[in-house]
């Protein structure tokens, strides 16, 4: 039986953003190297390059605010709508 029975989404949402960013705060951070982008396309090693990121921390996670408009059906009423999504490279998980 599920263990979140009971708990609204929002506060388990909540609940699990919090874990993660406790564990990935533990994570020791390491260096985006030359190394790390080698197997890429040039065009993409190129922009990294230039972008400034060699050297620096890899990101450990991310934070994405999405608004915007959606609806059911393609002749629906159009509805407004946002949503966050936060991503947590080292244990590989999305929340959203």
């Known amino acids: ?3 979140f029975i009971g708990i609204g989404l929002r506060r388990r949402y909540r609940r699990e953003v919090r874990q993660q960013t406790q564990l990935i705060s ?3 951070p390491e260096l985006l ?3 790390d982008i080698a197997h ?3 065009l993409i090693r190129n922009y990294i390059q230039k972008s400034g990121a060699l050297g620096r921390p890899k990101v450990k996670s991310f934070r994405v605010d999405l608004a915007g408009r ?3 059906k393609s002749n629906g009423v159009w ?3 946002h949503s ?5 490279l080292a244990t590989m998980s999305r929340l959203f």
Do not use: A, D, G
């Open 1 to 3: 039986m599920n263990q």
């Open 26 to 28: 533990r994570v020791r």
């Open 33 to 35: 190297m030359e190394s």
């Open 40 to 42: 890429l396309p040039e």
């Open 70 to 72: 959606i609806r059911k």
């Open 79 to 81: 509805m407004p709508f």
């Open 84 to 88: 966050v999504q936060h991503n947590f």
